[in-house]
């Protein structure tokens, strides 16, 4: 069985099928329905073989299903029919948590994306809790409008990463994980991570995808994150 990994982010969408060396990827953005994102997955994945898919989605979900619509794209994701779209088997996860599920090693870890936003999810011992961490009020806005994308153009790279640190503080204190994993495109702009956290790998989304079929959260306690 060999699965199809999408991750739906707020500037591109990764696609890739198990057994390529990498993702290839297309720009999404604030005007890209859920249509327009099933076409391109097509286009990009029409030369590869696969049997099931794992959809990193941004936003929370309720049994799989989306429950509110993205903050950084086009409407019409709550009630579309990805099965019918892609007419093969799928599994919908929050995006935060297909890339926390991926470089998950043990214990309880905090994960909090660095991208167009402020993603986040903790894994207790294996169960992964997709979270929304990132539209708390923090300051005069969200977190997320600090730390995520609007926050680094606003603010410059130092001061960005100053509030990343502060940030990372009260959610550490909030949560009181034995591990915090960063992840998401603009991790790679910290000149070095806050004490107790980790950089994610480039894979992470992609393993977590791999994850959800070909082992659940319990399974992956002892898995090195670049397995």
């Known amino acids: 069985m060999k699965v199809l990994v999408v991750d739906i982010g ?125 539209h708390l009020p923090y300051r005069k806005a969200t977190f997320e409008d600090y730390v995520g994308l609007r926050g680094l153009q606003r603010y410059g790279k130092k001061k960005w990463r100053l509030r990343v640190a502060d940030v990372i503080e009260h959610l550490v204190t909030a949560t009181e994980p034995d591990d915090v994993l960063l992840g998401g495109g603009n991790a790679a702009l910290l000149k070095a991570p806050p004490r107790g956290c980790r950089i994610g790998g480039n894979d992470d989304a992609y393993n977590g995808g791999l994850r959800l079929w070909h082992g659940t959260p319990a399974d992956t306690k002892s898995t090195r994150a670049d397995s």
């Open 10 to 134: 707020g500037t591109h969408v990764k696609v890739r099928a198990e057994g390529q060396a990498v993702a290839s990827k297309f720009v999404s953005g604030p005007t890209m329905t859920p249509a327009q994102m099933v076409d391109g997955v097509k286009a990009l994945a029409s030369a590869w073989t696969f049997d099931v898919m794992a959809i990193g989605y941004p936003g929370p979900l309720l049994k799989g299903h989306p429950m509110a619509e993205p903050h950084n794209l086009a409407a019409g994701w709550v009630g579309f029919d990805f099965d019918a779209a892609f007419g093969c088997p799928l599994r919908l996860i929050n995006d935060a948590a297909m890339q926390a599920l991926g470089g998950y090693q043990g214990g309880k870890m905090l994960f909090l994306g660095l991208g167009t936003g402020l993603g986040s999810a903790l894994i207790v011992n294996g169960d992964v809790e997709p979270m929304e961490l990132g």
